[in-house]
């Protein structure tokens, strides 16, 4: 038997539960992942309370949770030729990641398999996936370029997180948005921090009296109206937040979209220190309500983590 989080109907994280399933094993095209960490998204509490969300994703009850994992490679496929028993690798798999063990396919094109690099741990590996992925989109969608100033609407969340930095390292200076106990964080970052709520689009006038020339907006729609407010053209608007008819023309996004190689590049960048994972709080699978009792606060500084080995250090 192995462990797994598992919800029987649709709700709060009072329906995530704890149990004993059978052990699953790779098939021959397939491997199998001993999971280390799983990484928390909005995505995963979103499928777990939203029955509408769920079935745009395929998700039916009774249904694992959790998508972003890493961790060891424990059994391999006849067919599988790219990896092998020993292999540290990270992913994504929806609806199933928080458990003990995960089969996957291991030339899926969808969710593809990746080689962990031996000096990112695997709490960080699976961090990376979908707040990566849907960073990168999300800029590459306004194209961001060297010396141009850059609004991040809900700058210090997953998603922002790597945003602010990938942007930072395009060359760009960013504004971004959040409350008052997220500056610090923000700076760190590497991003000028601003308020949001009324009036945002004045002060963001303020802190760039030489305008602002794209922005992507990771959180509601009120950095759209002040990004349309601002003046930015609404091809040169990004969000993941607003659906997928936003206003005005604004340029709807997500991780599908990122450009290629995108976490080969992220890696890259933070195994040369360029980049950072800021990970807020890490928990054991037995707590994985609070786990998304705390991301579900909105208030959350970096990622959030579920560990299920020893492996994740």
Do not use: C
């Not at 799983?38 to 769920?54: F, I, V, Y």
């Not at 079935?55 to 424990?74: K, R, Y």
């Not at 031996?118 to 989109?137: C, E, K, M, Q």
């Not at 922002?160 to 964080?185: H, M, N, P, R, W």
């Amino acid at each position: 038997m192995s462990r797994a989080i598992i919800y029987t109907s649709f709700g709060g994280p009072e329906v995530l539960e704890l149990q004993d399933i059978a052990e699953p094993h790779a098939g021959s095209d397939e491997v199998r992942v001993r999971v280390a960490a799983a990484g928390l998204n909005p995505m995963d509490w979103k499928l777990s309370s939203m029955p509408e969300m769920a079935a745009m994703f395929g998700v039916t009850l009774p249904s694992g949770f959790g998508t972003d994992f890493a961790g060891t490679i424990d059994e391999v496929g006849s067919n599988v030729k790219d990896f092998q028993i020993g292999d540290r690798v990270f992913s994504g798999a929806i609806g199933r990641a928080v458990a003990d063990y995960i089969v996957v396919n291991a030339s899926s094109p969808m969710e593809p398999l990746h080689h962990t690099p031996s000096d990112i741990s695997d709490v960080i590996a699976s961090a990376l996936p979908i707040a990566g992925l849907t960073a990168d989109a999300a800029l590459s969608a306004i194209g961001v370029t060297s010396g141009e100033t850059v609004l991040i609407g809900g700058a210090a969340g997953g998603v922002g997180t790597f945003a602010v930095q990938l942007a930072k390292l395009a060359g760009a200076t960013v504004i971004g948005t959040g409350s008052e106990d997220s500056f610090d964080y923000l700076r760190q970052l590497g991003a000028i921090p601003v308020t949001y709520g009324p009036g945002l689009a004045e002060r963001v006038r303020q802190l760039a009296p030489q305008g602002v020339d794209a922005a992507t907006v990771l959180v509601g729609t009120e950095t759209i109206d002040a990004a349309l407010a601002l003046g930015i053209s609404p091809d040169r608007i990004s969000t993941i937040a607003a659906g997928p008819n936003p206003p005005a023309g604004v340029r709807a996004t997500g991780g599908a979209q990122a450009s290629p190689g995108a976490l080969d590049r992220i890696t890259a960048a933070i195994r040369s220190g360029e980049l950072v994972v800021p990970i807020a709080a890490t928990f054991p699978i037995e707590r994985t309500r609070e786990a998304v009792i705390l991301q579900r606060g909105g208030h959350v500084h970096g990622k959030v983590v579920i560990t299920l080995s020893e492996k994740d250090s």
